[in-house]
Each structure stands twice: as C-alpha cells, then as structure tokens.
C-alpha cells in the first residue's frame, strides 16, 4: 500500500523529514477543529443559577473550550472551569461554574454570587474531537 | 455549490464519512496560534504569585495554558491544564488567570504555609494565545 497523505511543515524544516512536532498540518495526527464556536448572554442576581444551553447537533460528545465574563469586570475573560474562589481577575467574584457536555447539548451553568444584576457573557468552542 | 477540502481518519471514505471522522474539513476552522512561551515562578512563602504575558493584540484572544507543578513529588513529567484549586488542612493551593486586551496574566496562589510543598519551591507555566477573538 502506497505511503499517502498531506503534510505541511513550519517554515525551515523539509516536510519529507519534519518530525511531527514540526508540521503545521499532517493528515496521520487528528487534529482540534472548531466544529462550533459561538457567544451568549444572561443576566442574573445574587444567588441566580443562569443556565446556558447549546444544542449542538454534533452526534459525538465534542471537547468544549469556555471562556466567561462579568459586567462586573468587563475588560477581563477568563478560561473556565476557573479556580472556585478566583483570586485574580474577578477580585470579589465567587462564581460557581458547572460544565457539562452531552452528545446533543452544551450546558454551562453559573452560580452567581454578586449582590446585584450581572450580566455573563460567554465564548464557546466546540471541537469536532469526540471525548 | 458544494465545494471544499476534507481529508478523512484512515478507514473512511472521506466523500461519506462523518465529520468527527475527518482529520480536515474546510467547514471547520482550527484555532490560529499566535504566541506560545513559559515562564517560572519562585514560591517562597504564602501569597499570590503572578506573571504577565503581553500579547497586544488590542482584544480578547482566547488562550490556554498548562503547568508543572510539585517538582519535589517527582511530578515533572505531568502537565496540569487550565484552573483548578485543591484545599487541604494547611491551606490552598490554586492556578487562575485572565485575559485583558493587551496582557494575559496567570497566576499562582499559596496559604498552605509551605506544608504541602515545602517553600520555596518553583512552578513552570506553558501558555497558547491563539488570534481568535472571544467577545462577539
């Protein structure tokens, strides 16, 4: 059976002889496509549970990269799951945040603990590798 | 009208097969790396303990990072992704970090009194900035 495939090397290397941490691309390693990527919005109040839910219509249950951010502090996302009690970023905030992935939906629930209205924001990628 | 590159897992035939059996589909986008690099930080007693990486990129970019962590338990060989925290009786002991437009700042925080990981000690990070933006 012919040897066949598609490889692209960085800059520098042969692609004939690159070791694979020197491909950009190579069709023998899967590879983290964005199968889904998308933002939403919720509001809630001290001890409000916002719920964001994504069908994702992927038959697979995808690896799921989230980020988050508050109004409270709008100049900063942070990767989730955060630390339960973040230290750096959002001071004051205690966030609770619960991830889940099904083979049909993206669920993302956030236990908010601020004293008045927050509004989350959040960025999602789904990637087309199945966990 | 249908038009695009895929290449499929070796067993599929890349005109039927799913997409989670694609190595590459044109339909998918990859995150698009922008900057990678370590660092180390010097615990040496109680606190927080941070370091910037400025990307000035003048937005969000999504990023991740991962770290090596306990060398003195022998745990070099382990990188541990992303944020988490672990509390015990002495204290605790957390990753977090955050994304500005201009600087990611990941950090380190210590209250175990050196009880766990006897101070001081050194922690390496590995972070990835990729150019995909995260506010809408």
């Not at chain 1, 839910?53 to 990767?79: C, D, E, M, R």
Request: hydrophobic share 35%.
């Amino acid at each position: 059976m012919p040897d066949y495939g598609l490889k692209i090397s960085k800059a520098g290397y042969d692609v004939k002889t690159a070791t694979d941490i020197n491909l950009i691309f190579s069709s023998e390693l899967n590879t983290a496509a964005i199968a889904l990527s998308g933002t939403a919005q919720q509001t809630g109040d001290l001890t409000d549970i916002l719920t964001f839910t994504i069908t994702h219509g992927l038959s697979f249950i995808p690896y799921a990269l989230v980020y988050v951010n508050s109004s409270k502090y709008p100049s900063y996302w942070q990767w989730c799951p955060l630390a339960p009690l973040s230290f750096m970023g959002n001071q004051d905030q205690v966030y609770n945040i619960d991830i889940r992935v099904s083979s049909t939906q993206f669920i993302l629930r956030v236990l908010l603990a601020n004293d008045d209205d927050d509004t989350i924001n959040i960025r999602y990628y789904l990637l087309n590798t199945s966990i | 009208m249908s038009y695009g590159l895929k290449i499929s897992k070796a067993g599929y035939d890349v005109k039927t097969a799913d997409n989670e059996n694609l190595i590459l589909t044109s339909d998918y986008p990859f995150l698009k790396a922008y900057l990678q690099g370590s660092f180390s930080l010097s615990i040496t007693a109680d606190g927080t303990y941070t370091n910037g990486v400025t990307h000035g990129l003048g937005y969000h970019p999504a990023y991740l990072h991962l770290g090596v962590y306990f060398a003195t338990l022998g745990d070099t060989d382990k990188r541990i992704l992303g944020c988490w925290s672990a509390e015990g009786p002495g204290g605790e002991i957390a990753v977090d970090s955050y994304i500005t437009d201009n600087i990611l700042t990941i950090g380190w925080k210590d209250t175990t009194g050196g009880s766990f990981e006897s101070y001081p000690y050194t922690v390496y990070f590995y972070y990835y900035l990729f150019y995909d933006k995260l506010n809408a």
